[in-house]
């Protein structure tokens, strides 16, 4: 049960170990944007049908343009991009790897389980000179680390050299669009990996994408065979990156749930140690007891096993949840300290 529950998401764990209904609940275990659009209307007839090409076309125009990425790189459609992340090990030869630590965990898995001999490190200068496949989360899970871009694009221009590949993880990217490189997909040594869930709050969705050159995401969607992504999810996420009103709106409610969440933190005395527009990090003394007082009071968040002093916390939906928050945060912590 406790391993269940150090993973983001996880409230029917947090249910059979609590008690209450999931209504009773304030779930900031993710980096989801809690307050999604309205899903657009799409056409009934894309429930019974396999999805076409040109809905596969116009979920990449898209994409391109939402993402920023230039005519010369290929996309590849996948059914999120945890799908990615399990399929890409397997795309080159098991052999010498590195990924950033601390980061999202799936990636250093996904890499192990396909063979690849994994190191891991701390900074850009820390990287072995003999991977050949390097992960790159920016912005970072859980601690929120950005990094140069051009250190980020001479690391893959590095690994093209050397028949590598560099593979960075944006998911954090579209609420900070200036954070990102897939303006530079399509060079080689680059894979851009893009979510969609988090930004547009509709994980459920399962849509994500690989930027980079055309050879390789052809062989991406190769692996994955035809119709990987279902009609009505490639009509939906189209609909909304075609909609730049919407996108716009989007970023700024986000911003304004940052804002309330870093409120509600600072009024319980804590200051977040790192985050993105989307989650914060906090630094206690113990996480995990944090963690329990809060979710005893039905508020959900992120420990990590491998820092006990952390706890990241997704943001609030509105002010009322900030005081919920702020509330629950002041008695956990006293109850802490006696």
Same mark, same amino acid.
């Given at each position: ?11 029917? $764990? $947090?249910?059979?170990? #609590? ?6 609940? =304030? ?7 809690? %307050? ?22 116009? *979920? ?15 996309? &590849?459609?996948?059914?999120? /991009? ?9 795309? !080159?030869?098991?052999?010498?790897? &590195?990924?950033?630590?601390?980061? #999202? ?6 890499? $192990? ?10 900074? =850009? ?29 001479? =690391? ?11 593979? =960075?993880?944006? $998911? ?24 969609? +869930? ?11 994408? %690989? ?21 009505? &999810? ?20 986000? +911003? ?8 509600? !933190?600072?009024? %319980?005395? !804590?200051?977040?140690? +790192? ?19 809060? *979710? ?9 096993? #491998?820092?006990?002093?952390? !706890?990241?916390? +997704? ?6 949840? %900030?005081?919920?928050?702020? *509330? ?8 802490? /300290?006696?």
């Amino acid at each position: 049960m406790r391993e269940a529950l150090h993973h983001g998401g996880a409230l029917d $764990a $947090a249910l059979a170990r #609590y008690g209450g209904a999931r209504a009773d609940w =304030l779930d900031l275990s993710t980096g989801i944007n809690p %307050a999604p659009p309205p899903v657009p209307e799409i056409d009934p007839a894309l429930w019974a049908r396999l999805p076409e090409r040109a809905l596969e076309e116009r *979920a990449r125009r898209a994409l391109r343009r939402f993402a920023g990425a230039g005519e010369g790189a290929g996309i &590849a459609l996948a059914p999120g /991009t945890q799908a990615l992340i399990a399929l890409l090990p397997h795309l !080159l030869p098991p052999g010498p790897a &590195a990924v950033l630590c601390p980061s #999202y965990e799936e990636h250093g898995r996904a890499l $192990a389980q396909a063979g690849h001999a994994v190191a891991r490190f701390a900074d =850009l200068s820390d990287i072995p000179p003999e991977a050949r496949l390097v992960t790159l989360v920016s912005p970072n899970n859980p601690d929120g680390r950005r990094f140069e871009r051009s250190a980020v694009l001479a =690391l893959a221009d590095r690994l093209a050299a050397q028949g590598g590949l560099l593979v =960075l993880d944006e $998911a954090f990217a579209d609420a900070e669009p200036g954070t990102s490189l897939a303006a530079e997909a399509g060079r080689p040594g680059l894979l851009v990996l893009r979510s969609f +869930g988090k930004f547009f709050g509709l994980a459920g969705l399962r849509f994500g994408a %690989a930027l980079g050159e055309p050879a390789l995401t052809a062989r991406i969607e190769a692996r994955f065979g035809p119709w990987a992504v279902s009609g009505p &999810a490639l009509a939906i996420a189209s609909a909304l990156m075609e909609d730049v009103a919407g996108i716009e709106a989007l970023r700024e409610g986000i +911003g304004q749930r940052a804002e309330w969440t870093r409120q509600a !933190l600072a009024a %319980a005395g !804590l200051e977040p140690v +790192g985050g993105t527009a989307l989650f914060s990090l906090v630094s206690v003394p113990d996480a995990f007891g944090l963690f329990d007082g809060l *979710a005893r009071r039905h508020v959900l968040t992120r420990p990590f096993a #491998y820092r006990p002093d952390w !706890l990241r916390l +997704g943001t609030v939906r509105n002010a009322h949840e %900030a005081e919920r928050l702020t *509330a629950a945060l002041r008695a956990a912590l006293a109850e802490a /300290t006696g």
